[in-house]
């Protein structure tokens, strides 16, 4: 059963965009809190940005604050991360999570995951 579906991933050129949309189901869309991490070969997976559902409020880490932009569609049970100004170092697979209630910067907090999808940024 999947209930988590992560797409737009690719190859870019540095200082340019790239949008990751995430597919949720009823059940992981109205958890308490969305998020995405990411995690580059060698690595721990790291956070990016998470969203509240009940108050719509985000969350970024220091290295893409400001580049970074998390929302929901509530219509259409979609979770996007929009990422402009895309440097080498964001070159990682990128996962969207659903249902952490606290401690909404750790990994471990969620239930669900996607399967990833590739972000590859070239110099």
């Known amino acids: 059963q999947v209930e988590l579906v992560e797409s737009g991933g690719g190859l870019v050129q540095a200082g340019n965009s790239l949008r990751l949309s995430c597919a949720a189901s009823?059940?992981?869309?109205?958890?308490?809190?969305m998020a995405w991490f990411r995690q580059a070969p060698g690595k721990e997976r790291e956070f990016v940005a998470y969203?509240?559902?009940?108050?719509?409020?985000?969350y970024y880490s220091d290295s893409v604050r400001g580049r970074f932009t998390i929302s929901r569609d509530n219509d259409k049970n979609t979770l996007t991360l929009q990422m402009n100004s895309l440097q080498p170092d964001d070159t990682a697979v990128y996962y969207c999570a659903s249902g952490a209630a606290y401690v909404l910067t750790r990994a471990t907090s969620y239930n669900d995951w996607g399967q990833g999808t590739q972000v590859t940024v070239s110099s």
């Open positions: 009823g059940r992981t869309f109205n958890s308490p809190t």
């Open positions: 969203i509240v559902r009940a108050s719509g409020r985000t």
